[in-house]
């Protein structure tokens, strides 16, 4: 007979003051941990690298789980579950990385080896099964069985990466999760992280009943305030040796706004300029407007704002271009998506974008999007439109020159920036001038009508290059 979990009694959150946090999340830990105490499935959704995977790591420290429980800790087994170790989409590929993640925690803990004998006896079944009805029952007898017959009170699977996986799992695997928690109430919890909302990536019969366990604890991540991004720039600037100055946190944190990814791709490009010493102030600001410069064209950088981007629905980003244009009135629904996205906010005299970098960004998106004649780039795909068409793919140090010109449109990049910005500071002295015009050449034979007579790409003699809009 399958025990049945007694229910421990757990004091609210909000007595423990004293919660560790160590990320700078105190309120969103806080959250999670206290709909954990009451037996609450949660949801945490936040725009790529907004800090969620650190959240949910958060609450495998064994002291989250003794501030939170005290003397119930040890009948509770958090496990955190990664979807990028999964083998594959299919259920039993899920059902494997679930015990595998289960079995895990209870090797780091090391005085439970009658339960490690057991899990390792249907993780054998789970792998190996004799039928394929077998693989549920193998998974439902690690949790049913071994689990709870081990004496713990809850189980509380923490799965991080979700959203994959949500899109793709057989609908009989949300089924099975949604009766787990419906026979063991509160012996079972689970915690999700995902970019979207989970009825945004799936809302099908199949999910319904176990997308409902969350729809009123769902969390949506804000951007760090000033100590947790105080806390990603000294753990970046430790890391790699670098100093930075009470004026370069406030050039990140100004362009950045709270969004951690961000916030280490400019503390990469600033530390790869200021290095170890601390500066003057006049140089802290010599520095600053040739970083800023160079952040349109900073492969980080685009790649964090195209990640946050492609999140997005068609809607939302029409919604953001509309917002840096300025095209009348921001419909109601798109605004209040992006509102719980952090995304957008207000501010006086009507509503921004969160941060100045993805605001660019959104920006050099719109002109891709713009008829006519001239250079475009859509930097999500990697193409490039000529006059309407797309040309043929361009090389690595093509398009690096390409971007960076077209960060700068209008504008002369001059050669020693084209070095740094293409080849990387340490081929400063490496890079003559007959290489950078070997490499104009080439991207004029690609990207001009006429090669012999460029129309886009101009030389402005002793000065540099120039990417002209139109």
Sequence with gaps: ???????????????????????????????????????????????????????????????????????????????????????????????????????DKVVSRGDMPALLTQLNDVYETLIHPPTPFHVALGFNRAIEEAVFEAGFDRLVLCIDEFDSLMANLAGP??????????????????????????WEIR??????????????????????????????????AVREGVAFSESDIEFIRTLADGHPGLARAVCSALGHVTGPEIRTELEDQ?????????????????????QLWDDLSEDEQETLIDLVTARGEVPPAEWRSLRRKHLVRY????????????????????????????????????????????????????????????????????????VEGVWGTDYIDEVDDS????????????????????RYIQTVRGRGYRLMGE
């Design 1 to 103: 007979m399958t025990p049945t979990p007694k229910c421990a009694t757990i004091t609210s959150m909000h007595h423990f003051p004293d919660l560790p946090d160590p990320i700078g999340r105190e309120d969103d830990l806080r959250h999670v941990v206290n709909c954990i105490a009451d037996a609450k499935c949660c949801s945490i959704v936040g725009v790529s690298n907004m800090g969620k995977s650190a959240l949910m790591r958060a609450l495998s420290l064994p002291a989250v789980k003794q501030a939170a429980l005290a003397e119930a800790a040890d009948e509770h087994l958090w496990v955190y579950v990664d979807c990028n170790r999964a083998l594959d989409r299919s259920e039993q590929g899920f059902y494997e990385l679930l015990l595998r993640s289960i079995r």
């Design 347 to 418: 501010q006086e005299g009507g509503s921004i974008i969160f941060c100045p970098l993805f605001t660019d960004f959104v920006r050099r998106k719109r002109l891709q999007h713009l008829p006519g004649r001239g250079v475009r780039v859509d930097t999500g795909a990697g193409h490039v439109y000529v006059d309407g068409q797309q040309i043929e793919p361009l090389t690595d140090l093509e398009y690096r020159l390409l971007l960076l010109l077209y960060s700068r449109l209008d504008e002369v990049v001059d050669k020693y920036e084209i």
């Design 286 to 306: 010599q520095i600053h407007r040739l970083v800023k410069e160079r952040l349109a064209s900073d492969l980080i950088v685009h790649s964090e704002c195209s």
């Design 173 to 198: 695997v949300f089924l099975r999760l949604r009766a787990l928690k419906d026979r063991f109430e509160s012996g079972v919890c689970y915690v999700t992280a995902t970019d979207r909302a989970l």
């Design 203 to 236: 809302n099908d019969r199949d999910t319904a009943e176990f997308i409902e366990l969350f729809t009123h604890y769902t969390r949506y991540l804000p951007p760090l305030g000033e100590a947790g991004i105080r806390r990603v720039i000294a753990d970046y």
């Design 435 to 454: 290489r950078i015009e070997r490499l104009v050449s080439r991207l004029r034979s690609k990207v001009e009508p006429d090669p012999g007579d460029p």
